[in-house]
Nanobody, 122 residues
Framework: QVQLVESGGGLVQAGDSLRLSCTAS????????MGWFRQAPGKEREFVAA????????YYADSVKGRFTASRDNAKNTVYLQMNDLKPEDTAGYYC???????????????WGQGTQVTVSS
């Protein structure tokens, strides 16, 4: 079992940056590919980013490519999402997850965090 706890959300203005963290319990964290997802009120959850077990490979949704960067520190059992040039449309609850398949986030996740809210004002 892996428990995931996100932090770092908040209220910012358009153009600002935030860094989200997701810290995992358990000794198997480094074996999991990790994903970031978000969900805005009234909308379906959407994929944001994925990072493989080592941190050497990542991919992103087109909507955040070039602005968001996923990274991880396996020694700290933590995965990060650096978000730059934030836009009002980035407003959502952000969730990290331990992916079943790094190459196909649609297969879902074994574990989910509780989420952290990001609100971007214009």
């Amino acid at each position: 079992q892996v428990q995931l706890v996100e932090s770092g959300g908040g209220l910012v203005q358009a153009g600002d940056s935030l860094r989200l963290s997701c810290t995992a319990s358990g000794r198997t964290f480094s074996s999991y590919a990790m994903g970031w997802f978000r969900q805005a009120p009234g909308k379906e959850r959407e994929f944001v980013a994925a990072i493989n077990w080592s941190g050497g490979n990542t991919y992103y949704a087109d909507s955040v490519k070039g602005r968001f960067t996923a990274s991880r520190d396996n020694a700290k059992n933590t995965v990060y999402l650096q978000m730059n040039d934030l836009k009002p449309e980035d407003t959502a609850g952000y969730y990290c997850a331990a992916l079943i398949d790094y190459n196909n986030y649609l297969r879902g996740a074994r574990f989910w965090g509780q989420g952290t809210q990001v609100t971007v004002s214009s």
